[in-house]
């Protein structure tokens, strides 16, 4: 099975797409950590696409494309892909479904953890003291929130009328989370 893991930054989403690796054995695809990369590796993608990142707007849809479609194409992650942060836009849901139908895939489930924007920013500052990301200030952090309702929750909508939408509440304790996402893969 693939799945497509939803949420506004700092929703938890990377924290339960590892969980989900581990447990059920998957590929985590964070397009997110995939840029990031670049970024540090200094290639011409990742020159191109700092300032991007860093002012909390969204990467070109064919520089991500080309990224998920390596993975998806690699016979070794076949049926077991989990999309952290793809699709971000309805282009990007609509281009997920030609890519995956090409090489004979579909998605199995969608899960959006919800949380409320003061949780964001708690988790945000808490996490950039962590991880030192450049754009996990609580600036930036949201301007990523309203781009994510800007142009993520229309993708939510177009999975809901494809019956393929699960929402969890990503205000309880991690592993309440944990336990819930389980419960729900293990009926799949
Ligand atoms: P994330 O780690 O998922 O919070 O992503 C960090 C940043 O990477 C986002 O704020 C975007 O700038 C960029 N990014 C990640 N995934 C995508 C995507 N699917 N489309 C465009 N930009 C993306």
């Not at 708690?122 to 600036?139: A, Y």
């Amino acid at each position: 099975m693939n799945i497509v893991i939803f949420g506004p930054p700092g929703a938890g989403k990377g924290t339960q797409s590892k969980f989900i690796a581990e447990k059920f054995k998957m590929f985590q695809l964070s397009t997110g950590e995939f840029l990031r990369k670049e970024i540090t590796a200094a290639t011409p993608t990742g020159k191109k696409i700092s300032s991007v990142i860093n002012s909390g707007a969204l990467v070109s849809d064919q520089i991500v494309s080309d990224l998920i479609e390596k993975v998806i194409s690699n016979i070794d992650y076949q049926n077991r892909i989990i999309f952290d942060g793809y699709p971000r836009n309805l282009a990007q849901a609509k281009n997920l479904d030609n890519l995956l139908k090409k090489y004979k895939q579909k998605i199995s489930i969608v899960l959006k953890l919800s949380v409320s924007l003061d949780t964001i920013k708690k988790r945000i500052s808490e996490r950039r003291t962590l991880e030192k990301r450049l754009d996990d200030n609580e600036e930036i952090a949201i301007k990523r929130y309203e781009t994510y309702e800007k142009s993520t929750e229309p993708v939510i909508e177009y999975y809901k009328k494809l019956n393929l939408l699960k929402v969890i509440n990503g205000e309880k304790p991690i592993n309440q989370i944990n336990k819930e996402i389980s419960d729900i893969m293990t009926l799949i």
